[in-house]
């Protein structure tokens, strides 16, 4: 197990079994969707995923083309508003400065130009593979065409 600082959190993760894992699975959620969402999604994915994030996801060993959920909000018509995708990783949570569950306070906060994540617990998965392993969930909220002052609901 690796650390890696993410925000106030110390994450403990599992690089090279969250990469095995990985290379189980045929495609991402938007392989399979055939929405207007999920194509443009997957057609533009590398334009909206900012390349520091790109270096996280890297090295906690997510395959960036293999998202366990996309969504997006907004104007659909010339995709103003912001996606919602989730990757999940083998790892765990260690400490919080505050002592704070990451369950509970597992909020977003700005990481990249455009760009909010969130660690947090999965409790329901989508992918078998991961079934029996420690596994935390990072959410990603990119948003275009919108600042993140503008309102976003987050649920």
Same mark, same amino acid.
């Given at each position: 197990?690796?650390?890696?600082?993410?925000?106030?959190?110390?994450?403990?993760?599992?690089?090279?079994?969250?990469?095995?894992?990985? $290379?189980? @699975?045929?495609? &991402? %959620?938007?392989?399979?969707?055939?929405?207007? *969402?999920?194509?443009?999604?997957?057609?533009?994915?590398?334009?909206?995923?900012?390349?520091?994030?790109?270096?996280?996801?890297?090295?906690?060993?997510?395959?960036?083309?293999?998202?366990?959920?996309?969504?997006?909000?907004?104007? $659909?018509? @010339?995709?103003? &508003? %912001?996606?919602?995708?989730?990757?999940?990783? *083998?790892?765990?949570?260690?400490?919080?400065?505050?002592?704070?569950?990451?369950?509970?306070?597992?909020?977003?906060?700005?990481?990249?130009?455009?760009?909010?994540?969130?660690?947090?617990?999965?409790?329901?998965?989508?992918?078998?593979?991961?079934?029996?392993?420690?596994?935390?969930?990072?959410?990603?909220?990119?948003?275009?065409?919108?600042?993140?002052?503008?309102?976003?609901?987050?649920?």
């Amino acid at each position: 197990m690796k650390e890696i600082f993410i925000n106030d959190w110390i994450v403990q993760y599992d690089p090279d079994k969250t990469s095995q894992i990985y $290379k189980k @699975i045929e495609r &991402g %959620y938007s392989g399979y969707c055939s929405c207007q *969402i999920c194509k443009h999604y997957s057609q533009y994915r590398n334009k909206y995923i900012p390349e520091d994030l790109g270096y996280l996801i890297e090295e906690l060993g997510i395959d960036i083309t293999k998202e366990a959920e996309v969504s997006f909000s907004g104007d $659909k018509t @010339i995709f103003q &508003g %912001y996606f919602t995708i989730f990757f999940h990783f *083998i790892g765990s949570v260690k400490t919080h400065p505050n002592g704070w569950n990451i369950c509970s306070a597992g909020e977003y906060f700005q990481y990249a130009k455009k760009c909010l994540i969130r660690i947090s617990e999965v409790c329901e998965m989508q992918n078998p593979l991961f079934f029996g392993v420690n596994t935390l969930q990072i959410s990603l909220l990119i948003y275009e065409g919108i600042s993140s002052h503008d309102k976003i609901s987050f649920y």
